[in-house]
């Protein structure tokens, strides 16, 4: 009980520090051959993602045999992401993916597919739209199946805005020449 408390004062980076180096611990029971890192051989890859990479504590940043930084998706990564996230959505005509990629460029995953799940809404939004409670109820499918246009995709880029600061790609650029390793 004592552990844990002074874990939680810790900072983040520090606890998860500790939760790697305790599960090393635990596993040092196991044969050297079948460890790595102290960490159990079953655990063959431990990806960690972090925005403020330079927040990494030193003894975790050792452990991690490849610090690798991913960039931003090109258009065409953008345009397949596009497809995966509107996979099961109606598309209107007006709707170019290909178009769309290229004006999110700049725009993470994440980033894209906030814009997505917020344009498949938009429809839904259309048809309710000054309905009482009891006649959006009484909606049928088919009221509210409609396919989604341009112009719902571009109410949601006004809501949706990219994440990822050019200052912020500097930063990450700056700490993989420092930290990162291929």
């Given amino acids: ?46 990806y960690l993602g972090s925005i403020s990479a330079r927040d990494l504590d030193e003894a975790l940043r050792r452990r991690l045999e490849k610090r690798i930084y991913i960039p931003l998706p090109e258009p065409a990564d953008i345009r397949t992401l596009l497809g995966i996230n509107l996979k ?56 509210t199946d409609t396919p989604l246009c341009q112009d719902d995709i571009e109410q949601s880029l006004l809501r949706i805005n990219k994440t990822v600061s050019e200052s912020d790609l500097g930063r990450f650029e700056e700490w993989l020449k420092e930290f990162g390793s291929t």
């Fill in 88 to 143: 099961d959505v109606q598309l209107d005509a007006s709707v170019c993916l290909d178009a769309l990629a290229e004006r999110l460029a700049g725009f993470s995953p994440a980033d894209v597919t906030n814009l997505c799940r917020e344009a498949a809404m938009m429809p839904m939004r259309r048809a309710i739209k000054g309905l009482r409670h009891d006649e959006i109820r009484r909606l049928k499918r088919e009221d």
């Fill in 1 to 46: 009980r004592g552990r844990r408390e002074a874990a939680e004062r810790q900072p983040r980076c520090n606890r998860d520090t500790a939760e790697i180096q305790s599960r090393g611990r635990r596993s040092s029971r196991l044969s050297p051959a079948s460890t790595t890192h102290g960490l159990p051989s079953t655990v063959s890859r431990l």
